[in-house]
């Protein structure tokens, strides 16, 4: 039986290392590819044209929810599994809607992995969690808001509202996102615009009471 053939795509070293060190463990399995960015992980998937990709959300240069659109487009058949921190069942949703096959959070346990990539591979819907449940059902009866506040934003705008509640300054929001200070100033701009929040300290709220991110 031919292995089942994975393309990993995250931002940091160490971690793209941790999980490929997972994967040689299991069975079947064979990693054939590493992105450190969206557009790398978007060429590469045109190339090799995987039958898993684990994708990080949160890339420099193309988001994971724009990687997974595109791929999509080209390859519908493609498994995707979103691997991320983001845990918020908004997120999970948005993924299940672009085509992904899988969401699991970092946080997961390592054998959750590998029930996650065999599950897929059959040809089901993989999601981790609590959020399972609830995502599952109301993506199975095909919610929808065109009002949801994700909706309203872009998925690069989402990045940079999470990583501002999350307490990162604007030069670290360039530097992760593999952009410009002023781009990331222009793209705050459009979120306080959109949301109608007029100052940082409202996205943050904002974002903590969407569910992007967990206040101990």
Same mark, same amino acid.
């Given at each position: 039986?031919?292995?089942?053939?994975?393309?990993?795509?995250?931002? %940091?070293?160490?971690?793209?290392?941790?999980?490929? #060190?997972?994967?040689?463990?299991?069975? &079947? @399995?064979?990693?054939?590819?590493?992105? =450190?960015?969206?557009?790398? #992980?978007? $060429?590469?998937?045109?190339?090799? $044209?995987? !039958?898993?990709?684990?994708?990080?959300?949160?890339?420099?240069?193309?988001?994971?929810?724009?990687?997974?659109?595109?791929?999509?487009?080209?390859?519908?058949?493609?498994?995707?599994?979103?691997?991320? @921190? %983001?845990?918020? =069942?908004?997120? #999970?949703?948005? /993924?299940?809607?672009?085509?992904?096959? &899988?969401?699991?959070?970092?946080?997961?346990? /390592?054998?959750?992995? $590998? *029930?996650?990539?065999?599950?897929?591979?059959?040809?089901?819907?993989? *999601?981790?969690?609590?959020?399972?449940?609830?995502?599952?059902?109301? +993506?199975?009866? &095909? /919610?929808?808001?065109?009002? %949801? +506040?994700?909706?309203?934003?872009?998925?690069?705008?989402?990045?940079?509202?999470?990583?501002? #509640?999350?307490? %990162?300054?604007?030069? !670290?929001? /360039?530097?992760?996102?593999?952009?410009?200070?002023?781009?990331?100033?222009?793209?705050?701009?459009?979120?306080?615009?959109?949301?109608?929040?007029? !100052?940082?300290?409202?996205?943050?709220?904002?974002?903590?009471?969407?569910?992007?991110?967990?206040?101990?």
């Amino acid at each position: 039986m031919n292995p089942t053939r994975v393309l990993l795509a995250d931002d %940091h070293a160490l971690v793209r290392a941790g999980i490929r #060190a997972l994967l040689s463990t299991i069975e &079947g @399995v064979e990693v054939i590819a590493e992105a =450190g960015n969206g557009l790398e #992980a978007l $060429q590469l998937i045109r190339e090799l $044209q995987p !039958d898993i990709v684990l994708l990080d959300i949160t890339l420099p240069d193309l988001s994971g929810l724009e990687v997974l659109k595109e791929s999509k487009k080209d390859f519908p058949d493609l498994r995707v599994i979103i691997l991320t @921190v %983001h845990e918020a =069942g908004e997120y #999970a949703m948005e /993924a299940l809607r672009s085509g992904a096959a &899988g969401y699991l959070p970092k946080s997961a346990a /390592a054998n959750e992995l $590998q *029930v996650a990539i065999k599950i897929v591979s059959r040809g089901e819907t993989y *999601v981790s969690g609590e959020v399972s449940r609830k995502t599952l059902l109301e +993506f199975s009866k &095909g /919610a929808t808001e065109p009002t %949801h +506040f994700l909706a309203r934003l872009t998925p690069r705008q989402r990045e940079i509202l999470t990583l501002i #509640a999350e307490g %990162h300054s604007t030069k !670290d929001i /360039a530097r992760r996102l593999n952009i410009s200070v002023k781009t990331v100033e222009s793209h705050r701009a459009q979120l306080m615009e959109r949301l109608d929040i007029h !100052d940082v300290a409202g996205l943050v709220r904002y974002a903590i009471k969407k569910g992007l991110v967990k206040v101990d």
